[in-house]
């Protein structure tokens, strides 16, 4: 059996020496440092007690130029021969203390971890006002760690006696030899034991994943991205900082123009495929790790310095692309122009950013026209989403699209590209007849692909809202202020469930997608449980035969459907959506 690990020990102050030295690096693998301040507080009460703490589990890296590691300088030399993937906050919360070091949250401000400690007591706490007023108190355990023990002790006694004097106490013999005692406890924490998992370099990051999963009991998983992060932490710390910062931006707004958008929120996973896409032509994030790491495919992944430092060169050069606020508000736009204006539309957030890395690639390589490159997003957007093109083994057909695109040398290349793969798919046969079965219309349920962009269609072609009299568009009610307590677009099921109910239809049934409608929630109050030959007269009371037409003709209403039978309407209304889905497919294609 091959070992990919081996098993050590090593003291607190000797892993303290290895990160100070650069031998042991502390990427943020994971996050930056979240850890609360009660929980530094209770790592340091274990140790006291003499309780176990958990393991580390590091791993042998292949030399790296620079890295981030707490409290040292990053222009010294040294690269690491180790880096750590499990108990990360553990050795941050000890080195920080230890060495008086601040660490930075989630959003890089640096902070200061503070513990204060009751010698005579033996206890810990975060500190706050009363532990720095309170002399009996010892404020920071920092100082205890970054100075002379004996001076500590000294001072601290001779302060205490001070502090007791003032009260007209007295600090007895056995006290005193109780606070040396536990002070020096303290200060010895730093030969305190910690087991060690140290893997193998030639250990490859499927297997140092299974291993974490498997030995950690928090049920965290390592993924790919997870691995080119810590690349990066180690390599260029500034491009996952980057990376984050817009991650972070997206999810609210903020003052100026930042990544926030009400498409998508954007995570780190999400960036990272979209550079792997745009600068290696690369989807699968396995195949990015090792290329970034700088394994020379033509001699079995062999690690080549050279060619890692080649590749974060091309690295450095795209990222700035990749996170430009202007760039990707240019091509959110596309995403409008196909129709899909709420997040709630868009089944695939790898379509959104796969799609953001052709537009990027188009950009770049094909130098093409602002107003052709939101043209074409937009009507590959529209596709890939109908066809679900980006599930299942997703990275293997991106993978092909980038070889092809990879090939191609003029814009009209790169749009015809675009075309063929659409028209392959978007075929008359398709509209007519995949559109209208099971892995199309013919669900139920709250919505599917097929659904989604026949609402994207009826944002496409202006569609005003059904039964609205009013020159209300559907695309009108997803602009951002127009819901109140309710939402102002609602689904509406044409053949109300009470009353399919009443006729012994299941639920399976009543809630087939072809009977629904987005309407004003209005007119949703107003149309409550009655049958459709009862409620349709109503709600169109006043309108013109002409406008009635029109408005069944642009909302997929079979005429006369009021009266029909519902298994005959749903089958009619199917066909009909289809066609309005193929209408607005061929008005983005035009």
């Not at 099971?438 to 709250?446: K, M, P, Q, T, Y």
């Not at 989604?452 to 009108?476: C, M, W």
Request: charged share 25%; glycine share 4%.
């Amino acid at each position: 059996m091959d070992q990919i690990f081996s098993t050590t020990s090593y003291t607190v102050n000797q892993l303290i020496e290895k990160i100070e030295t650069k031998e042991l690096g502390l990427p943020e693998l994971q996050r930056p440092f979240v850890w609360k301040d009660s929980k530094v507080r209770d790592l340091f009460d274990s140790m006291m007690k003499g309780y176990p703490i958990g393991f580390l589990m590091i791993w042998e890296c292949p030399s790296y130029d620079k890295t981030k590691t707490i409290g040292v300088n990053n222009n010294r030399d040294g690269e690491p021969k180790e880096v750590i993937i499990d108990g990360q906050q553990r050795l941050t919360s000890l080195f920080a203390v230890m060495k008086s070091i601040k660490v930075k949250d989630d959003k890089y401000n640096e902070r200061e971890i503070i513990i204060s400690y009751h010698p005579l007591l033996n206890k810990f706490e975060v500190a706050y006002q009363a532990t720095k007023n309170n002399k009996e108190w010892i404020y920071n355990i920092s100082e205890v760690f970054t100075t002379s023990t004996f001076t500590f002790i000294t001072n601290y006694i001779e302060k205490l006696k001070d502090f007791k004097n003032g009260k007209n106490e007295v600090l007895s013999n056995e006290e005193i030899e109780t606070i040396s005692s536990n002070i020096n406890n303290l200060y010895n924490l730093l030969k305190y034991p910690l087991p060690v998992y140290t893997l193998k370099a030639d250990a490859d990051e499927e297997s140092v994943s299974d291993v974490f999963v498997r030995v950690n009991s928090g049920g965290i998983t390592l993924k790919q991205n997870d691995f080119i992060l810590t690349l990066l932490s180690l390599y260029w710390e500034e491009g996952r900082k980057m990376i984050e910062l817009f991650s972070e931006d997206s999810k609210k707004p903020k003052a100026g123009v930042t990544s926030y958008n009400l498409i998508t929120v954007v995570e780190p996973s999400d960036l990272i495929r979209v550079v792997m896409a745009y600068a290696f032509n690369r989807a699968r994030l396995a195949y990015g790790y090792k290329l970034l790491r700088g394994a020379d495919f033509d001699k079995k992944g062999v690690i080549d310095v050279n060619k890692r430092l080649e590749r974060f060169k091309i690295l450095k050069k795209k990222l700035p692309d990749v996170i430009n606020v202007h760039y990707w508000h240019e091509f959110l736009k596309s995403i409008k122009t196909a129709g899909y204006l709420s997040p709630e539309m868009i089944l695939s957030n790898t379509a959104i950013f796969y799609s953001y890395a052709f537009y990027l690639i188009a950009k770049d390589k094909f130098n093409i026209s602002y107003n052709d490159n939101m043209k074409t997003i937009a009507q590959w957007f529209f596709f890939i989403e109908l066809v679900s093109l980006y599930s299942g083994s997703f990275e293997s057909v991106m993978e092909n699209h980038l070889s092809a695109i990879a090939e191609l040398k003029t814009t009209e290349e790169y749009k015809n590209f675009i075309k063929s793969k659409i028209y392959e798919r978007l075929t008359n046969d398709y509209f007519s007849i995949t559109l209208l079965g099971s892995d199309g219309l013919a669900v139920s349920g709250r919505g599917n692909n097929a659904w989604n962009a026949y609402l994207a269609s009826l944002n496409i072609l202006k569609t005003k809202v059904l039964f609205s009299k009013s020159n209300l568009l559907v695309s009108d009610l997803y602009a951002p202020g127009m819901d109140g307590n309710r939402k102002s677009l609602e689904k509406h099921h044409l053949f109300p469930k009470k009353y399919l109910s009443s006729l012994n239809y299941t639920q399976s049934q009543i809630n087939q997608i072809a009977n629904y409608a987005y309407i004003d929630w209005k007119d949703n109050m107003e149309i409550l449980d009655e049958a459709p030959s009862v409620y349709y007269p109503q709600i169109t009371k006043g309108m013109t035969e002409n406008e009635i037409l029109k408005m069944e003709e642009e909302n997929a209403l079979p005429h006369g459907w009021q009266n029909m039978q519902y298994d005959e309407f749903l089958k009619e209304r199917r066909i009909l959506m289809a066609k309005i889905i193929k209408k607005g497919f061929d008005e983005l294609m035009k």
